[in-house]
Every structure is written in C-alpha cells, then in structure tokens.
C-alpha cells in the first residue's frame, strides 16, 4: 500500500540536543511538506519541496532544517535554536501537478511527538 | 489576507443527533477546499475535496457541500466512531495550503 511514514512516533530531546524526524513516501509525489501542529492552533508550515535538492522555508522555519537528497525522503531536523520544540509534527505529499479540477490532496503520514525534557 | 476559521471549536452530540460544522475561508483563487478527520495522536485522513460553489460531496453519514465563502460538514445521524477533529483547509495559488483549527467532535452513546 502506498503511503507515507513516519519516524519515530514519539521522542524526547534534551535542551541543546538535535533531534531529525524522518518521513518517507512512496506514492511517487514530487512535493513534501513538514508541519507543526499546536492544541488550538492550525497546522503551521515549517518547509516544504517541490523538487530534490530544493526547498522553500514556510511560516515557521526557524530552529529547523531540512534536506531533499532524494524523491522519497524528506527528513526534518528540530535543532537547539527551536526554543519551543515541544508540538506534533506531520508530515504530507502531494502531486506537483494540479488535478483535473486545479487542485492537489495532501496525504498526511501518522506524525511524530516530539518533548522536550 | 487569506485564513480559514472553523466554527465551534468543539461540538457534543448525542448518538442520532444530526448537526453541522462550519468552515469559512477568505482566500484568493480557491483551488479546492478539503475536509480531513484527525484521530487523537494521528495524522489528518483525506474526507472531500469541493472545488466550486454549489458542490456537494457524501461518504456515508457526512455531507460537504461549499459556497463562495464557506462550507458545511453535515453528520447524519451520527455515532460513537464519528468522534474526532474535523480539519478544514483551502488551497490557494501557488499550491498554499491553509488550515482551520478544527472542530472536535464527541458523540456519546
């Protein structure tokens, strides 16, 4: 079945400590995107590729960094400069080129939790 | 500014009660709007996608319809297993998604 996964599902960091979350794809989907989720807030776009090798910074992108080496893989590193790193983070696809109706599906993996001790 | 606000923040119901969520969104050049449902500590599950003004889309107990500056999920009779966050979110040119906050949904036996 296609899909997309992600890991690990949950994880615990340190003050001061790099953690990479991983997400993996294999419906064959050009664009990734990495968001946050928040209690009481929508979700919250931290970057997101269109093309291997390349990447755009969303609303949030400080204190996190990324890599597209390639197509299927679109791992996400919450590094020590995140001040608030503590949130559910979720991972999507989706085709690059617009359906028939102009419009594209993001398929969401099952996310990761990632605390802050 | 484009934004998406979904109304209420949280809804209980009773087991055959029917109601309906609201998502109104501002955005300019709406490609499509979609409905997911969102499990406690799971990723967003795809329900609709409504492309134009006057769409209407049905799985099972749950009913999308959209105008020019909002959408409806409507839940038929609903149960137990309908409990959980419903997630509204537009696209907009350049393949910008926006999120709503969600509503959550209990329903009780």
């Known amino acids: 079945d296609g899909g997309i996964t992600q890991s690990p599902k949950y994880l615990f960091r340190k003050e001061g400590q790099n953690v990479t979350l991983s997400c993996e794809q294999n419906l064959n989907h050009d664009a990734m995107y990495w968001y946050r989720q928040d209690p009481g807030q929508g979700l919250r776009l931290i970057y997101y590729?269109?093309?291997?090798?390349?990447?755009q910074k969303g609303d949030i992108a400080e204190g996190y960094s990324v890599s597209r080496e390639k197509k299927e893989s679109f791992p996400l590193t919450v590094t020590s400069a995140q001040k608030n790193p503590t949130a559910f983070y979720l991972c999507?696809?989706?085709?690059?080129?617009?359906?028939?109706?102009?419009?594209?599906?993001?398929?969401f993996g099952a996310g990761s939790r990632l605390t802050v001790l | 500014e484009d934004q998406v606000t979904q109304s209420p923040e949280a809804l209980r119901l009773q087991e055959g009660e029917s109601s309906s969520l609201n998502c109104s969104y501002t955005?300019?050049?709406?490609?499509?709007l979609f409905w997911y449902r969102q499990d406690p500590g799971k990723g967003p599950e795809f329900l609709f996608t409504l492309y134009s003004a006057g769409e209407e889309k049905e799985k099972e107990r749950l009913k999308a319809t959209l105008t020019k500056k909002e959408s409806f999920l409507h839940i038929t009779a609903p149960k137990p297993e309908d409990s959980a966050t419903y997630l509204c979110?537009?696209?907009?040119?350049?393949?910008?998604?926006?999120f709503g906050t969600g509503t959550s949904l209990t329903v009780i036996p």
């Open positions: 590729s269109q093309i291997v090798n390349d990447f």
């Open positions: 955005v300019s050049g709406l490609r499509g």
């Open positions: 999507a696809s989706s085709p690059l080129e617009l359906g028939h109706s102009g419009a594209n599906v993001l398929t």
């Open positions: 979110a537009v696209q907009a040119p350049g393949n910008q998604f926006y």
